[in-house]
């Protein structure tokens, strides 16, 4: 619950950040046909254009593809050393696309074919993980579909694990962004481990990994080229630099660009623009309280009320960031721990621009029957005063 209603005060935050960065350091203008800035440490959008407009994602359906196979390696249904026989399916992919060059009855690891897909950007690794994890590539697309919908990415369906173009295969900028921050933050590890590499050698073939922000920018660690002739050329990456004594992740989605030059260089300037024109600020660490509200009718006349998951905010660098604390009134005991008992007001350069829940850092029980009398007087008391 923290969770969605954290998500929905960070939706509102997004469109009064970029407001205000509007005013003092405009985006950078992108021939894309649609972009989105995330700042994946805050969680909001920076800025974006025609980030909800239905997209082919193309290669960037990978993404899905390997958190899946991600999710599988995590819930031990495989593991990076098994070892994989190439199908006939995975190795007809269609002529001119991109590939590992896997042989039909070879076998495979599933740590070479994750090479394949997140470097290489093997549609024949594609198939053959899918078919790795569930038996078929139609299962495994539905256990994609499924958990899309298990991310909130409800403006995306997929018909394929590799992205070749389909109808039934689409998602927005939006929707991109939101699953590139849940994989790295999901499997953070994983991530590092087949995004960042530069290159990979299979069947005595080298291919260099298509994101070339990888040798342009060190703080880029990742994620995913795509290209068709309909989607255009389109990349999701993300870099991590330092942000005071903690570090700062930004993620870039561009999409239909007329090259791959242009969706480099595109990228590169909202990567730029949001780590120079933006600051993300530390609020409260996780566990911190930041209020004693009083409590009525429980145990304890008072409790601690805090955060459930470290909160920052991003703000135009120089902005004024103000905090305001709006408690619940009253707050009436049983209370458990976690429960939302008001919220953090964050005014920047005086206007407000998101809220955040805060919650019962400890429960506090109801109490005897004398108490809760004697506090329902004092309610009734105060509610009449005046």
Known sequence: ?????????????????????????????????????????SGQVIASHAATDRIEPASLTKIMTAYVVFEALSKK????????????????????????????????????????????SGNDAAIALAEAVSGSVEAFVARMNAT?????????????????????????????????????????????????????????????NRNRLLWLDPSVDGLKTGHTEAAGYCIVASAKRPNGKDERRLITVVVGTASDKLRTQESRELLEWGFQGFNTIKLYA???????????????????????R?????????????????????????IAAQATVGEMRVLVDGKPAMQFPVVALEPVAEAGFAGRAWDSIRLWWRGHAG
């Open 310 to 334: 470290d909160a920052y905010v991003t703000v135009p660098a120089g902005a004024k960031v103000e905090r305001i604390w709006a408690p619940q009134d009253p707050l009436v005991a049983p």
């Open 1 to 41: 619950m923290f969770m969605k209603k954290l998500a929905a005060s960070l939706i509102v935050a997004a469109a009064c950040v970029s407001g205000a960065a509007a005013q003092s350091m405009p985006a950078p203008v992108l021939s894309a046909k649609a972009w989105l800035l995330l700042d994946e440490t």
């Open 77 to 120: 249904e495989l593991s990076a050393a098994q070892l994989v026989t190439v199908s006939t399916r995975a190795w007809k992919v269609p002529a001119g696309s991109s590939k590992m060059f896997l042989e039909p009855g070879s076998k495979v690891s599933v740590d070479d074919l994750l090479r394949g897909l997140m470097i290489q």
């Open 286 to 308: 996780r566990g911190e309280a930041v209020a004693t509200p009083e409590v009525w009718k429980g145990e304890s006349d008072s409790l601690k009320a805090g955060f459930e």
């Open 148 to 208: 899309a919908a298990q991310l909130g990415l409800h403006a995306t369906h997929f018909a394929s694990p590799h992205g070749l173009p389909d109808p039934g295969t689409y998602s927005t900028a939006s929707d991109l962004s939101v699953l590139a921050a849940r994989f790295i933050r999901d499997y953070p590890q994983l991530y590092q481990r087949y995004d960042s590499a530069k290159q990979f050698t299979y069947n005595k073939i080298t291919q260099p």
